[in-house]
């Protein structure tokens, strides 16, 4: 299965470890993303993420989400479901 591009990072709160992302296709708990940009490249499944404060399952396109990301990012990287 190859990677298709979701959409991107719009904001990082390093305080939290958490990316905030601006989705251009669906995401839901469970699926595996890859975060890539400038040196950083990496992996991971989504356990949980949030939308204005409240924990849901599925993001459509069009919806910002915030998640809890193993490594820092910064905006602008690129977000794929693998």
Not at 16 to 42: R, W
Not at 72 to 82: A, F, N, Q, S, T
């Amino acid at each position: 299965m190859k990677e298709k591009l979701i959409g991107k990072v719009g904001h990082y709160f390093d305080n939290l470890g958490v990316a905030v992302l601006e989705l251009t296709g669906k995401l839901k708990v469970g699926d595996k993303i890859k975060i890539a940009g400038g040196e950083v490249e990496f992996e991971q499944v989504v356990d949980s993420m949030q939308m204005e404060r409240e924990p849901i399952d599925k993001a459509k396109k069009g919806d910002d989400v915030g998640l809890k990301v193993s490594e820092k990012v910064r905006p602008g990287y690129k977000v794929y479901l693998v």
